[in-house]
């Protein structure tokens, strides 16, 4: 499964922020793998426009491990302050985006050909 997230975050703290994720604390690190997502990245726009990505085999049980991980719940409320307009903790606040296209999905559903 693929998650794509949207958050705003406040333009004032941009550099901040880029700086707490240049080496987020291995505790953190250790608590989205043990929840079971990967290939989880962070991309970031001039404007403070966020766009989380991950891939995870059960989104809601991720979730529900990262909710109850006090590793999780310490990052969280340090990097709430970043965000605009949260009431609460970013990672359940975040509006997801659906997808719409996927490159290898497509390609595997090609009929095939002979040469």
């Known amino acids: 499964m ?5 958050l705003q975050v406040l333009p ?4 901040q922020y880029i700086e707490r994720h240049k ?8 608590a989205i793998n043990e929840a079971g997502r990967r290939n989880y990245s962070l991309f970031l726009r001039a404007d403070g426009l966020l766009i989380g990505y991950y891939e995870t085999d059960d989104d ?6 990262l909710d109850a991980d006090p590793r999780t719940a310490r990052w969280e409320a340090e990097m709430s302050a ?3 307009s949260l009431d609460g903790r970013a990672d359940q606040q975040a509006q997801r985006l659906s997808e719409v296209f996927n490159l290898e999905d497509q390609l595997a559903n090609l009929p095939a050909t002979s040469n």
């Open 2 to 6: 693929r998650v794509c997230f949207q």
């Open 12 to 15: 004032e703290l941009m550099d």
């Open 23 to 30: 080496q987020v604390w291995p505790e953190m690190l250790q």
């Open 60 to 65: 809601r049980a991720a979730q529900e491990a």
């Open 82 to 84: 970043f965000f605009l």
